[in-house]
């Protein structure tokens, strides 16, 4: 069993930063992606960024050039330094690793940015 535990969430204000992470325990092979998506209430989860293995990553147009993903295959962790925050940020963020082909979620960690 793959456990991910999420840690760094909280309130910050607009334009302010927070940095999330992840940290992968349990029985796995590796991971051949980890990334973060996020749920605001009443919306679909919708994917914040992904990284590969091999270092390869995808961002969600809305947040390039204010989020940065990075993983430690090491400490099977991944990472969101998130900046410049804006109101439309708040949501529950979960974070996403999966190992051959199949996916394991975290609990979520809430992300609440104030005007």
């Known amino acids: 069993q793959v456990q991910l535990v999420e840690s760094g969430g909280g309130l910050v204000q607009a334009g302010g930063s927070l940095r999330l992470s992840c940290a992968a325990s349990g029985a796995f092979f590796s991971f051949d992606a980890m990334g973060w998506y996020r749920q605001a209430p009443g919306k679909q989860r919708e994917l914040v960024a992904t990284?590969?293995?091999?270092?390869?990553?995808i961002y969600a147009d809305s947040v390039k050039g204010r989020f940065t993903i990075s993983r430690d295959n090491a400490k099977n962790t991944v990472y969101l330094q998130m900046s410049s925050l804006k109101a439309e940020d708040t949501s529950v963020y979960y974070c996403?690793?999966?190992?051959?082909?199949?996916?394991?979620w975290g609990q979520g960690t809430q992300v609440t940015v104030s005007l």
């Open positions: 990284i590969t293995s091999g270092g390869s990553i």
């Open positions: 996403k690793a999966v190992d051959r082909g199949w996916p394991h």
